[in-house]
T-cell receptor
C-alpha cells in the first residue's frame, strides 16, 4: 500500500532561520505529492503540489518543496521562518481517483 | 475554508446513538471526501464521492455510511456511535483533474465529535 512518512513529530527553528520539514513517499513511478498546513482549530490549507516538471516547487506563504526521485523525498522548505509559520504540516500523496494518503503530520514551532 | 461548511461544529453524543454530520459546498466540486483526524494518525479517509449517488469506501469505513443526493451535500452517518469514533471529522472537496494532473483538495473547518 502506498504510504507517506513524516519522520519528525516536531521541528523547532528560530525565527529568521531556514526550515525544513521532511517527507518521504513510497510509490514507484511518477508520484503526485502535496503539502498542506493546519492552523489550530482550522481545516487544512493547500500549500503546494508536485505533479511533474521542475523538482523545486514554489507555493504559498514563501514555502517551497524539493522533489528528489532517487531519495523518494519531498521536503518542505522556507529560507527564513516566521513565528506565524508555527502550525501542523502534512505531506500527502495522490493514490488515484483524486484520493490522498496523508503522513502523520509534523508540528513546526518557530521561536522568536 | 471558503465555500465549505460543516455542521454541527461540535457534538457530544452517547455510545450506541446514530449521528449524522453534514458537509455543504458552494463550489460545485465533483469530488467530496470525509476524513477523520486522530493524534499519531494524521488524516485517514473514511468515504469519498465522485459524483451524485456515487460513493466508495476509504481505509477506515467500518461503522460509517455516506450519502450524496445533491452535488453540494455529503452526509456522513455513524450508524451506532462508539467511543473509538471520537475524533475530529473533516470534509473536503476537489475538482476533477486532467489525466496527468490532480487537483488539490479544499477542506472544511471540521466537526469535533465526542462519543461518551
Amino acid at each position: 500500500a502506498q504510504s507517506v512518512a513524516q519522520p519528525e513529530d516536531q521541528v523547532n527553528v528560530a525565527e529568521g532561520n531556514p526550515l525544513t520539514v521532511k517527507c518521504t513517499y513510497s510509490v514507484s513511478g511518477n508520484p503526485y505529492l502535496f503539502w498542506y498546513v493546519q492552523y489550530p482549530n482550522r481545516g487544512l490549507q493547500f500549500l503546494l503540489k508536485y505533479i511533474t516538471g521542475d523538482n523545486l516547487v514554489k507555493g504559498s506563504y514563501g514555502f517551497e518543496a524539493e522533489f528528489n526521485k532517487s531519495q523518494t523525498s519531498f521536503h518542505l522548505k522556507k529560507p527564513s521562518a516566521l513565528v506565524s509559520d508555527s502550525a501542523l504540516y502534512f505531506c500527502a500523496e495522490n493514490t488515484g481517483f483524486q484520493k490522498l494518503v496523508f503522513g502523520t503530520g509534523t508540528r513546526l514551532l518557530v521561536s522568536p | 475554508d471558503a465555500g465549505i461548511t460543516q455542521s454541527p461544529r461540535h457534538k457530544v453524543t452517547e455510545t450506541g446513538t446514530p449521528v449524522t454530520l453534514r458537509c455543504h459546498q458552494t463550489e460545485n466540486h465533483r469530488y467530496m471526501y470525509w476524513y477523520r483526524q486522530d493524534p499519531g494518525h494524521g488524516l485517514r479517509l473514511i468515504h469519498y464521492s465522485y459524483g451524485v449517488k456515487d460513493t466508495d469506501k476509504g481505509e477506515v469505513s467500518d461503522g460509517y455510511s455516506v450519502s450524496r443526493s445533491k452535488t453540494e451535500d455529503f452526509l456522513l452517518t455513524l450508524e451506532s456511535a462508539t467511543s473509538s469514533q471520537t475524533s475530529v471529522y473533516f470534509c473536503a472537496t476537489a475538482t476533477r483533474g486532467t489525466v496527468d494532473a490532480y487537483n488539490e483538495q479544499f477542506f472544511g473547518p471540521g466537526t469535533r465529535l465526542t462519543v461518551l
